[in-house]
């Protein structure tokens, strides 16, 4: 059903308003407890033996919603009946911002991919800051209350020098209102920011964030992890990771949208496919698992490692978790897949786990390092 309205409505019409449209029904759904109800019934069953325990909480499962989809915390609710099993809002900055101008959203419907130059386009991080605090007074915090993730990045007018201070700014406002926190260091569409990848910027601003949310957090040690790029090259991937343990972050999410366009097909159109802006999607995903497999055979499980880039199907999320994944993200296959597609992803996952000689969601994590180091 979901296919029949895409191509009929949603395909035809402007991605960004696309979005706006989809995410007001979520929005509503979120506010409306029978529906939610509802919705969690048909959308989010539960598959008892995919919980995992990550990052200080335990989830039902081990897939969330990546960052970019609700930048603002607008629809954290809604997305929770849907089935996933962690949200990320973001990508948040210090102040608000419009973002770039439009059109700055594209959909590469044959390579199930999209090209973005948002901006990080968001209502700042006081704004985020209160409508989560308000969240939370209004419903509270139970077991069964979605985690949250909050993905931070820079203000584009921030100066280099202020870049760090910037970083500081959000943290302090929203590290009481999340499940954990993550630095972005890696979109592709602010000037300047995947400088701050470099070890020698990293980890002065990894350092100044991790002593802002303690101080705004005395009582929870509030998880923080760092979001790379794709395109890093691999002597500077090790160096990251090499850094996040030396740190002690918690982890880290490999990986975000690409500058590439190799393997792109001819049938998308060079005019969309010149596009400027961070590719998502199914193109994505052979580097991805490639830049996570060498983190884990970096790190091993001293860092949680979040798959994230090319996730479609169930496959793709278990390949993650054999490679050294314990949490695995998706965003742009929600677009061509609908609202259905957690729960499928959950059905097969939960089917491959079954057929595998693991017991546990955990047992997996990193199956395929060990098996290819055996042999």
Do not use: C
């Not at 296919?3 to 019409?13: D, I």
């Amino acid at each position: 059903m979901y296919s029949l309205l895409f191509k009929t409505v949603l395909a035809r019409m402007d991605p960004e308003r696309a979005h706006r449209l989809a995410f007001a029904l979520i929005r509503l759904a979120g506010r409306t407890p029978v529906v939610r109800g509802l919705l969690a019934a048909r959308f989010a069953p539960r598959h008892v033996e995919l919980r995992v325990h990550a990052l200080g909480r335990s989830m039902p499962g081990p897939f969330g919603l990546a960052a970019g989809f609700d930048k603002n915390a607008e629809g954290v609710d809604g997305l929770a009946v849907l089935g996933f099993d962690h949200v990320e809002v973001g990508t948040v900055t210090g102040r608000p911002q419009p973002g770039n101008p439009r059109k700055r959203l594209f959909r590469l419907v044959p390579d199930r991919a999209l090209i973005n130059r948002m901006g990080f386009n968001n209502h700042g991080s006081a704004a985020v800051a209160a409508r989560l605090a308000a969240r939370t007074r209004r419903r509270g915090v139970t077991r069964r209350s979605p985690v949250v993730g909050v993905n931070i990045g820079r203000t584009k007018a921030v100066s280099d020098e202020e870049a760090v201070g910037d970083y500081v700014s959000s943290t302090r406002r929203l590290a009481a209102y999340a499940d954990y926190l993550v630095v972005n260091v890696s979109s592709p569409n602010t000037p300047g920011l995947r400088a701050l990848q470099a070890t020698e910027s990293l980890r002065p601003l990894l350092a100044a964030v991790r002593e802002a949310a303690d101080e705004a957090v005395p009582g929870r040690r509030v998880p923080l992890l760092v979001k790379i790029a794709p395109d890093l090259a691999d002597e500077d991937v090790d160096a990251v990771a090499d850094l996040a343990v030396e740190l002690g972050l918690e982890g880290i999410i490999a990986t975000n949208t690409t500058v590439a366009r190799e393997g792109l097909a001819l049938s998308s159109g060079p005019s969309v496919t010149a596009e400027t802006g961070g590719l998502s999607g199914a193109p994505l995903q052979a580097r991805s698992l490639e830049v996570l497999r060498r983190l884990y055979a970096r790190v091993g499980g001293r860092v949680t490692l979040v798959g994230v880039g090319g996730v479609t199907t169930a496959e793709d999320v278990w390949q993650r978790i054999l490679a050294g994944a314990t949490l695995v993200q998706g965003y742009s296959a929600f677009v061509y897949e609908g609202p259905g597609w957690p729960r499928k992803l959950h059905e097969g996952l939960a089917a491959r786990l079954a057929a595998s000689p693991y017991d546990t969601l955990a047992e997996a994590v990193g199956a395929g390092h060990r098996k290819a180091e055996a042999a």
